[in-house]
């Protein structure tokens, strides 16, 4: 069976087979299936059942998103009970773009009880004595001969374990870890540059870098205009002492005054708007692109899940970069992996994480000018982009009608930024790009 949907195309590269087969080791018949197999009540892992195996490997690249552990241990579970077999459901490690592959594989019995179970975000080796009844039946003399007397080997040195899944938090942490580990070692990067804003978001990439990469591997760059204020520097400056990480100042404020002093012919009559905020966005894109070309360094961007839905973002600003390490990662998760990241060592202050979210792009500018409050702005968000709910849904759940429809309107108009933005690590059931494939153009309401 291939998948068709979400972040799967697999019937684009791939055919189906015919039909399923076992195979046999000595006197133990047992079937290889891959993924999707076994997802589906009525698919091959029933036949392969029906054709003698007592035990099924099921081989997988299943793309990781928080709660699909649970999913997965749902499945496995289920098809172990309903075909009265052994399941080992081995998946892969490591980044790829966007998808974090987990591991976390399993062996599950038939009774539907998890066995041993692999770690997390890392290459792991599992052993587990199990007993399986020969088979001599019908389906003995079909089943592909693997081996007639599998060679007898001394037992690997491989102690029986039940990892415990990780919480939350740390899963989801740990997924961007490996992300923005894997997506640098792959394309040949070992070091990265941030616009160390002295914000929350720039803060836990920053941080998440640093776990990745090595303190000494990355560098926060604070790029002050007119309109910074004296905490974010010194925000900016205490977050990367406490991690450890290279620091630079490089204030844009006399390239922002040239770029004004340019235009002035051509804005004359019209008042200062957001062409002069985003003027400053693309300053600092610049600059860290610049760092990027003649060092080398891998540009991470810092925008979060609710701003890429509501296109609270500069294009060829803050996300110009070669990858969006919080993308897919809401503002109000921003905040809690933020605690779990200080719960491990303190390295984001107290001053950042109660500071009010501004774009400091203007004076006394502040997130909630233009965007409801996060806590509100998040669930909508979710229901509307993850859970594919209507206006009418999402307004029934208890949020304002014209909060929702104007949440709606940003999402909608901002698909044509989403499209030019680096990928992003998918944490969430849904992220934007091969999860959620939408028109730029698209009048139909």
């Not at 594989?105 to 587990?128: H, N, T």
């Not at 491989?158 to 740990?174: F, M, R």
């Not at 503002?331 to 501004?358: A, F, Q």
Request: net charge neutral; with cysteine.
């Amino acid at each position: 069976l291939l998948p068709n949907y979400g972040v799967f195309d697999e019937k684009r590269y791939f055919s189906s087979g015919e039909a399923p087969q076992v195979f046999r080791a000595g006197d133990i018949i047992f079937g290889v299936n891959i993924c999707e197999d076994i997802w589906h009540k009525e698919g091959p892992l029933l036949q392969e059942a029906s054709m003698g195996a007592k035990l099924i490997i099921n081989i997988n690249s299943s793309p990781y998103h928080a709660g699909k552990v649970l999913e997965r241990e749902g499945i496995a579970k289920r098809g172990s009970k309903a075909s009265n077999v052994y399941i080992i459901y081995a998946n892969l490690v490591g980044g790829q773009d966007e998808i974090v592959f987990d591991g976390q594989s399993m062996m599950v019995d038939p009774s539907g009880k998890v066995i041993c179970r692999a770690e997390a975000f890392k290459e792991d080796l599992l052993a587990a004595d199990i007993d399986l009844e020969m088979n001599k039946g019908e389906f003995y003399e079909k089943a592909v001969l693997v081996s007639d007397k599998p060679t007898e080997r001394v037992k690997p040195a491989i102690t029986h374990k039940d990892v415990k899944p990780l919480s939350e938090n740390a899963e989801i942490y740990q997924a961007l870890l490996l992300g923005l580990k894997d997506y640098a070692a792959k394309n040949g990067f070992t070091k990265a540059v941030i616009g160390l804003s002295g914000g929350i978001d720039s803060s836990l990439v920053a941080a998440i870098a640093s776990d990745a990469l090595g303190k000494g591997n990355v560098t926060g760059v604070f790029m002050p205009t007119r309109y910074s204020s004296e905490q974010s520097e010194i925000d900016a400056k205490k977050v990367a002492s406490n991690m450890g990480i290279n620091f630079s100042t490089i204030s844009i404020d006399h390239i922002y005054k040239l770029y004004l002093i340019a235009f002035e012919p051509h804005f004359a009559g019209h008042a200062m708007d957001t062409t002069e905020e985003n003027l400053q966005a693309r300053i600092r894109g610049n600059v860290l692109m610049a760092l990027s070309n003649k060092h080398g360094w891998l540009v991470l961007t810092t925008g979060n899940k609710s701003e890429m839905s509501t296109g609270y973002a500069t294009l060829y600003g803050d996300m110009a970069g070669g990858l969006a390490v919080i993308k897919d990662v809401p503002k109000t998760l921003v905040y809690r992996l933020s605690k779990y990241r200080n719960s491990i060592g303190t390295v984001i202050p107290d001053s950042v994480m109660k500071k009010e979210p501004t774009a400091e792009l203007r004076h006394d500018q502040k997130d909630r000018d233009t965007l409801p409050p996060y806590e509100i702005l998040d669930p909508i968000i979710k229901a509307y982009v993850e859970e594919d709910k209507g206006a009418d849904q999402i307004t029934s759940l208890g949020f304002d009608k014209e909060v929702v429809a104007r949440v709606i309107n940003m999402v909608d108009r901002s698909e044509y930024k989403r499209r030019q933005s680096p990928p992003g690590i998918k944490i969430t059931p849904k992220a934007f790009g091969k999860d959620r494939r939408m028109p730029i153009t698209n009048k139909y309401k």
